[in-house]
């Protein structure tokens, strides 16, 4: 069999046609980048352990009534995703001071704020993702007022359903960030979590220790990256048992 068409590749994933009409096949690699690319590596495993974890959390949202483009998992790999018009935003929450939040505003790593903040950036690798206020999006289109105030509520509900799953793991969620993307019923557009929910897009740190559980990790070389998000999956109970790390794994058709 012909191996299927490729749409897209990220840093992260492959997206391939899919074998109906509007859908894609979504395929998790093994690369791990940080700082907009800058460091890059290969981690034996990583794709597989993200897979089960975003179809966890995305079947977990959908089962609360949150909409995202999540169909089904295909293999250990890849998963059959809607396809979707891409809000070209980084929608971020934080529950907690860290990162680039931290040093921006010049406060200590964990503070806890005083609510859910919700910031936005605009999606460009060679620009840096820069953090953008509503009226930048408004102004330039990229999303109307309703839009944002429909992102703002869907980003508010998947950090109340991901904070109160993670915590009684034992882990506390700092923050996120998600994508939205755009689906039509006929005329009218609705909106859907999409992209992926992962170690890759959160902060996660044990709740008694500190121990970072996430992309940080990577990010300041604090040990294994596969050792850290193979934890989370194990007290989510989403470790598949078959797991074998190769290296180079071979795209399933």
Not at 64 to 89: A, D, S
Not at 98 to 110: I, N, Q, T, V, Y
Not at 187 to 193: A, D, G, I, Q, T
């Amino acid at each position: 069999m012909a191996r299927r068409k490729k749409v897209y590749e990220g840093k992260a994933k492959i997206l391939f046609e899919g074998p109906e009409p509007g859908t894609l096949v979504q395929y998790f690699k093994d690369d791990a980048t940080a700082g907009n690319g800058a460091k890059k590596d290969v981690i034996d495993g990583k794709g597989v352990l993200n897979n089960r974890l975003s179809e966890f959390f995305m079947t977990g949202l959908q089962s609360i009534g949150v909409p995202t483009h999540f169909i089904k998992r295909l293999n250990m790999r890849e998963q059959l995703i809607r396809q979707v018009e891409i809000v070209p935003l980084e929608v971020i929450v934080r529950n907690y001071a860290a990162g680039s939040m931290a040093k921006r505003l010049g406060m200590e790593e964990g503070t806890l704020l005083p609510r859910p903040i919700v910031e936005f950036s605009y999606k460009d690798d060679k620009l840096g993702d820069p953090l953008v206020p509503e009226e930048y999006i408004i102004a330039f289109g990229w999303a109307s007022q309703q839009d944002l105030d429909d992102i703002i509520a869907l980003a508010l509900r998947v950090n109340d359903f991901m904070s109160g799953v993670m915590h009684g793991v034992g882990i506390k969620l700092v923050d996120f960030k998600i994508e939205i993307g755009r689906v039509w019923d006929g005329e009218f557009p609705r909106l859907v979590v999409a992209d992926e929910i992962s170690p890759d897009s959160c902060r996660l740190w044990d709740i008694e220790t500190g121990a970072k559980l996430d992309k940080d990790v990577f990010r300041r070389d604090l040990g294994s990256l596969t050792d850290a998000y193979t934890e989370v999956a194990r007290r989510l109970g989403v470790l598949p048992s078959n797991v074998t790390h190769r290296p180079k794994p071979t795209l399933i058709n």
